[in-house]
């Protein structure tokens, strides 16, 4: 065995393709678009590494093919906003070998460890703004858009490097077109319209994508302030994530609920783009913008993956009526279900919410956790 720490572009293409061999002829696996990861991960164009630094690792054979890839990120906010010392280990894959798993690990704790982390928590892809978790229920169907997906002995391996839980993440399901139960809950959304009447909610405008932008960012720091481990994003963070969404945007899926001037609320639902991504194997060209213009229009399921409201306006009913308003939306346009995710295990309140829209808990994702010095 090999152990690489990626160092230039080529390496970095390695270390982005290594789960191609680890999942070759798993029919769940979803192959990311390796453009947008070169992108996500590259230290000049990714302005989360204007206060975070990541050290990207993998090992390979006798014959350079990658047996495994793990991320070490150190991300100063963490410390900053939390008062807690840890670093993240991310983008981990591997084969069903012990001694790889061992060799990555202990790269990313070293690396870690000389820049004064005393914990360690993953896995996170970078921040928990991206992909985090690692799933340990729910592995009979493929991820949806954003969300992870990893190999049923994954939790094995990070538990043998002395790694415990601590923090489950839920998925929920909401079938939408099927279940009667969702459309109840559409009519109990128009009456509390009714008696919300300073409250609007409505759909993106994308023609001014920029002034809804800054809606979005008024919302989302203060109404996830408080969940356990959420850091902050900058303005440059979320323009940037902003950049890379915006294309994938449907308008009747993405909501703001306002009062008067004040923007209260934002909500996003993104059709299930790992359907199409599926499809384009991690290309986008020669032929993967093509397969993604002919198979984006067969998607019928979709993730709500974004659901915040202020503080101060919360348990009002505003909730309801964002998720009302894009799963009615969905419903329209053809959509047949919905995930709802992530949420965290004890965010009470918002699993009252889902499972009165008819969800059901069906993926499981852990974060784990280990002291290193």
């Given amino acids: 065995m090999r ?4 160092s230039g572009r080529q390496q970095l293409v390695e270390f982005i393709r290594t789960p191609w061999r680890i999942y070759k ?9 390796v453009a947008d990861m070169l992108t996500l991960l590259n230290k000049e164009k990714n302005p989360f590494f204007r206060h975070a630094d990541a050290a990207y690792f993998y090992v390979a054979d006798e014959h350079g093919r990658p047996l495994g890839r793990i991320a070490a990120i150190y991300d100063r906010y963490h410390f900053k906003y939390r008062g807690e010392n840890v670093g993240y280990f991310g983008f981990f894959d591997s084969v ?3 001694e790889v798993a061992s060799a990555l690990f202990d790269a990313a704790h070293k690396w870690l460890a000389s820049r004064g982390a005393v914990y360690v928590r993953g896995p996170i892809n970078l921040s928990m ?4 978790g690692l799933l340990i229920e729910g592995f009979d169907s493929p991820p949806v858009f954003m969300m992870p997906y990893n190999k049923p002995y994954y939790a094995q391996l990070i538990e043998d ?8 993440l839920h998925a929920y399901w909401v079938d939408i077109y099927y279940d009667e139960t969702p459309k109840l809950v559409f009519r109990y959304a128009e009456r509390l319209s ?4 300073d409250v609007v909610v409505r759909k993106v405008n994308m023609r001014r994508f920029r002034e809804e932008l800054e809606r979005f960012k008024e919302v989302y720091n203060e109404a996830w302030m408080d969940n356990w481990g959420f850091v902050p994003m900058t303005d440059e963070e979320i323009d940037f994530m902003a950049k890379r969404l915006k294309p994938l945007v449907v308008p009747e899926l993405a909501v703001v609920a306002q009062r008067k001037e004040e923007t209260v609320g934002v909500a996003l639902g993104v059709p299930d783009y790992n359907f199409v991504f599926k499809r384009m194997k991690g290309s986008l060209f020669p032929f993967g913008i093509i397969k993604f213009f002919i198979y984006r229009g067969q998607i019928n399921t979709l993730r709500q993956m974004v659901l915040g409201v202020k503080r101060e306006h919360r348990f009002r009913g505003i909730e309801y009526l964002m998720i009302a308003s894009i799963l009615r939306s969905a419903v329209k346009k053809g959509y047949t279900g919905a995930e709802l995710s992530w949420i965290l295990e004890d965010n009470e309140p918002m699993i009252a919410i889902i499972e009165r829209f008819g969800g059901r808990l069906y993926k499981r994702y ?8």
């Avoid at 703004?129 to 985090?132: A, I, R, S, V």
């Avoid at 002395?162 to 489950?168: E, L």
């Fill in 161 to 168: 490097q002395g790694y415990a839980k601590v923090k489950d």
């Fill in 129 to 132: 703004n991206n992909e985090c």
């Fill in 3 to 6: 152990l690489v720490e990626v």
């Fill in 25 to 33: 002829g798993d029919a769940n696996w979803v192959p990311p678009i």
């Fill in 194 to 197: 009714r008696k919300l009447k």
């Fill in 96 to 98: 069903y070998d012990p």
């Fill in 366 to 373: 852990r974060i784990y956790e280990k002291k290193i010095r």
